[in-house]
């Protein structure tokens, strides 16, 4: 009788502990980055996303002395894991400048929805609108989740590009999942010890 509690016992904690490693498995896979965007190493595409004052905006204008750091996010008017990313990149906006880094943010999301988010949040740095898609398409990230059509279609898979002071790709990091994201304080410290 004892066995067949043992075996019954131990069947269950055996089936629980599978249970997480498949749930630790699938969610490791999810937030892994993923190989999408431009090549390391070669000239950024170009930027043809409009800034809040519906003006046209590029690489050059929106660099500083090393460079530029282009956050790529999904919404800030209905994803809050985007909005807190904003916000922390917000955080850190005066240590990257001061390592000589513009800094920028690209959505779908049209210039009212932007400008309503920066100015309540006192974001100090541009939210660039992709309305046209062209952006995500050049830097070929955009989300294959959503076919054109699609009301979400155009959101890219959220991640950062640097781009340095000759206009090459130096990093990238990009995430299928939409809860994993680029830790800014790591990536400071990155851009940090490499100057």
Known sequence: ??????????????????????LFTNNAIANTSI???PSLGKQA??????NTLQQPVNIK??????GLIILFFRSADWCPFCKKHILELNDLAERFTKLGYGLAAISYDHTDILKKFAEQ????????????VQTMLAYNIVNSEYAIGDEHYGIPYPGVVVIDDNGKVIHKH?????????????????????S
Request: aromatic share 10%; charged share 20%.
């Open 1 to 22: 009788m004892n066995n067949i509690i043992n075996f019954k016992t131990n069947n269950k904690i055996l089936s629980v502990l599978i249970s997480l490693l498949l």
């Open 35 to 37: 190989d999408v965007g």
């Open 45 to 50: 595409p170009a930027i043809t996303a409009i």
């Open 61 to 66: 204008q929106l660099s500083g002395e090393q």
């Open 121 to 132: 949040r006192n974001i100090s740095y541009p939210l660039l609108s992709d309305q046209k």
């Open 174 to 194: 990009f995430f299928k999942g939409y809860k994993k994201r680029v830790k800014f304080s790591e990536l400071y410290l990155q851009l940090k010890n490499e």
